[in-house]
């Protein structure tokens, strides 16, 4: 990881308290989650050079080995972002993508909310310079923290494609893929069978 100027994106299992999205929701005592864990569900981070991402030859390698040939630049804010409120309700409903969902956080911080094989929501902070990858298939939400606002660079390979599958998508294709791929006990469950 370059740039790594401060701590590195955290991420720990939540509560199920109906409080305010935006906060951390930290079970007591709090469990945090390490990069291995995330990595095993298929989620990758790097920490970059947000001030200067246009030239970050880091972004680059990662832009150029993964395929992100298109890219553009959303501000998530009250005052910034069209429907806002819409947008933050659909951003926040569980569901996956037949694509990774790839961000770099310029400005602000949010959350990553994803389920891990079983089923318990692993909330993850990105701050400015986080670069995460959510693999096709995993479930995941979206939300803004307690700053109520983020500026990131979504990437993607080819035209942007960004249609949201809502939970139950269990038979969807690209879950079980997902679940094939990286679910090493689901792997073991269906040779048992």
Not at 102 to 131: C, Q, T
Not at 168 to 176: E, L, M, S, T
């Amino acid at each position: 990881m370059a740039h790594a100027q401060r701590e590195s994106m955290e991420a720990w299992y939540m509560d199920d308290s109906a409080l305010d999205q935006r906060l951390p929701h930290h079970l007591v005592p709090r469990q945090n989650v390490s990069h291995q864990k995330l990595a095993e569900l298929g989620v990758l981070h790097w920490v970059l050079d947000a001030d200067n991402y246009e030239h970050d030859e880091e972004l680059k390698r990662i832009r150029k080995d993964r395929g992100y040939s298109y890219h553009d630049i959303v501000d998530v804010a009250p005052d910034r972002l069209p429907n806002y409120e819409q947008k933050l309700k659909v951003f926040y409903e569980e569901h996956i993508h037949t694509d990774e969902e790839i961000r770099l956080v310029l400005e602000g911080s949010g959350y990553f909310d994803v389920r891990d094989f079983d089923d318990r929501w692993i909330r993850i902070w990105v701050r400015k310079g986080d670069m995460i990858i959510l693999p096709a298939g995993i479930y995941h939400r979206f939300t803004l923290d307690e700053a109520n606002y983020a500026k990131v660079l979504r990437l993607f390979v080819g035209e942007p494609v960004w249609t949201p599958y809502n939970r139950p998508q269990d038979d969807h294709p690209v879950r079980k893929k997902y679940l094939t791929d990286f679910n090493k006990s689901h792997q073991m469950e269906l040779v048992a069978h």
